[in-house]
């Protein structure tokens, strides 16, 4: 897989709630090896939605472009083997 275009979330840094610019992305957890299943997450009409696999919240932030996330550093990226 050369990319995504849906954008991924971890959340490394153990925060309770990370605001995303998006409403339709994929939560990943923390990163390898400390993943889970990277799940759709999809808010519809709801500004905030919370992920079945580590409880992260999120919230929708109008603000922030879809490649940011506030606290910042948890847009996941796919490393190279």
């Known amino acids: 897989m050369a990319g995504h275009n849906i ?4 959340n490394d840094g153990g925060h309770r709630v ?3 610019g998006v409403k339709e992305f ?4 923390a990163s390898v090896p400390f ?4 799940i759709f997450i999809d808010m519809g009409d ?8 580590c ?3 999120y919230r929708f932030n109008g603000a922030l472009k879809p490649s940011q996330t506030k606290p910042a550093g948890c847009v996941f990226h ?4």
């Open 78 to 81: 796919v490393k190279a083997a």
């Open 55 to 57: 409880s992260t919240l």
């Open 46 to 53: 709801d500004n905030e939605k919370v992920c079945s696999y």
């Open 7 to 10: 954008p991924h979330f971890q």
């Open 18 to 20: 990370i605001e995303v």
């Open 26 to 29: 994929m939560c990943t957890g």
């Open 35 to 38: 993943d889970h299943p990277h």
